[in-house]
């Protein structure tokens, strides 16, 4: 059974009590296609009618988290009747995320010990070490780095940290610094947390950028489903560097799926015509044209696409 089915039936039973096991079956197959909002609205109709329920609170705020909805995530923290170290890392990071660092840092002050206990204590060391340092709490700022230094994974938290502060303190030159911090990912061995930093940074219309992005996408992708414009970034990097098998591959993947349709279908386009299937491509893109809620930009490149094909063959 499909897991909106699934949904349907939980829904005309009236939302058993024993329901953990298709959320937790749900979060991973609507976080496959890129359908978590879809999943947020069925779980806002459980919760409508058990506002309390803390299993299920527990895992929303997951998900609220994840799709980046830090004020609904804090409000149904708040109703939980203990802070677990996850809990509590969430919370601390869902007001870093709104911009509210005092509040933020005064989680971590209250729950130091729990926090070392969550599945990242590195990551919330770090971003409290930020904050500290910030809000000139210089003492508290050491605390935190010598956590950090400490941890196993310290070294490359403290480089991210390093970059954004570097990238923020002088944009100009942030495509040295997207130097500096590869060298440092090559050097400890490829640490998933840097390429999570780094793959987004990176140009995928040039070539040597593109390149890393291939090899931090794959890495990444080992880890965890990319998101859609995950796929989108790699795909273009593929493109680039004349990879046109695995951009057609990557398209394909998520036109099956149902995700950015058009534009991957913009790329499949791409990757066809540059393996001698013109008609094919030129179909593509018209198909491409026909996709429901295209966004204006996407729409620009499918006509500037189709005019270039139109020209290509005129001149034939």
């Not at 500096?180 to 987004?200: D, K, R, V």
Request: aromatic share 10%; with cysteine.
């Amino acid at each position: 059974m499909s897991s909106p089915k699934a949904w349907d039936l939980a829904k005309t039973l009236g939302y058993p009590y024993e329901i953990s096991l298709l959320l937790d079956i749900s979060i991973l197959i609507y976080g496959y296609f890129d359908a978590l909002p879809i999943l947020k609205e069925e779980i806002k109709s459980i919760l409508s009618s058990r506002p309390e329920n803390q299993e299920i609170i527990r895992q929303f705020t997951k998900i609220l988290f994840n799709t980046g909805d830090y004020d609904s995530t804090i409000e149904l923290l708040k109703r939980l009747e203990y802070l677990s170290s996850e809990d509590s890392g969430m919370l601390m990071l869902s007001y870093y995320n709104l911009g509210k660092k005092p509040e933020a840092l005064e989680i971590v002050k209250d729950s130091e010990s729990k926090l070392m206990e969550s599945n990242n204590p590195t990551l919330i060391f770090c971003v409290a070490m930020e904050i500290a340092n910030e809000l000139f709490e210089t003492e508290l700022a050491e605390k935190y780095h010598n956590i950090v230094k400490k941890a196993k994974d310290g070294e490359s938290y403290l480089a991210i940290h390093n970059f954004i502060v570097s990238c923020n303190s002088d944009p100009k030159r942030k495509n040295e610094y997207c130097d500096e911090l590869y060298e440092t990912y090559s050097e400890l061995g490829g640490p998933i947390s840097i390429a999570e930093q780094l793959f987004g940074h990176l140009n995928s219309y040039i070539k040597s950028s593109a390149e890393r992005v291939i090899e931090l996408g794959e890495n990444l992708f080992k880890k965890r489903e990319l998101t859609k414009n995950d796929y989108l970034h790699l795909a273009q990097a593929f493109l680039t560097t004349q990879q046109w098998e695995k951009a057609e591959e990557i398209a394909r993947k998520n036109i099956q799926k149902g995700i950015s349709v058009a534009q991957c279908k913009l790329i499949l386009s791409a990757s066809l015509n540059h393996q001698g299937q013109v008609g094919e491509a030129y179909k593509t893109l018209k198909d491409a044209l026909e996709e429901p809620g295209v966004s204006r930009d996407t729409q620009n490149l499918l006509h500037k696409s189709m005019s270039v094909f139109r020209f290509t063959w005129g001149c034939r």
